[in-house]
């Protein structure tokens, strides 16, 4: 019932700018923290940035300091990941994660997530 779709992917050179966004449907969305999450082939699912239900507070992955930003509108249940100086090595589907009263001391940990968007590709051309 509770679905969170990702848009905003592309191909991007580097240095480049993209921001993806996620809606949530099925839940009221003021109770959730967010979190995106990345996962390149090969690789781990790997933290990027999360945000809190309240406050907000912000949390970032020290591989996107400085570069990317997370932010949330709730007057439109959506999260987004602002990313900027775009890298080769930032190639990856980022996927879009929910937690209701998401901790902060949990935000970085994909298994304290309940729900998950289906991904959108991101690819940075050098």
């Known amino acids: 019932q509770v679905q969170l779709v990702e848009s905003g992917g592309g191909l991007v050179q580097a240095g480049g700018s993209l921001r993806l966004s996620c809606v949530v449907s099925?839940?009221?969305?003021?109770?959730?923290?967010m979190g995106w999450f990345r996962q390149a082939p090969g690789k781990e699912r790997e933290f990027v940035a999360a945000?809190?239900?309240?406050?907000?507070?912000?949390s970032n992955a020290d591989s996107v300091k400085g570069r990317f930003t997370i932010s949330r509108d709730d007057a439109k249940n959506t999260v987004y990941l602002q990313m900027n100086s775009l890298k080769p090595e930032d190639t990856a589907v980022y996927y879009c994660?929910?937690?209701?009263?998401?901790?902060?001391?949990?935000?970085?940990?994909?298994?304290?997530?309940?729900?998950w968007g289906q991904g959108t590709q991101v690819t940075v051309s050098t």
């Open positions: 994660a929910a937690k209701s009263f998401l901790g902060l001391s949990r935000s970085g940990q994909a298994a304290a997530y309940d729900y």
């Open positions: 099925g839940a009221t969305f003021r109770f959730y923290g």
């Open positions: 945000i809190t239900r309240t406050g907000p507070t912000t």
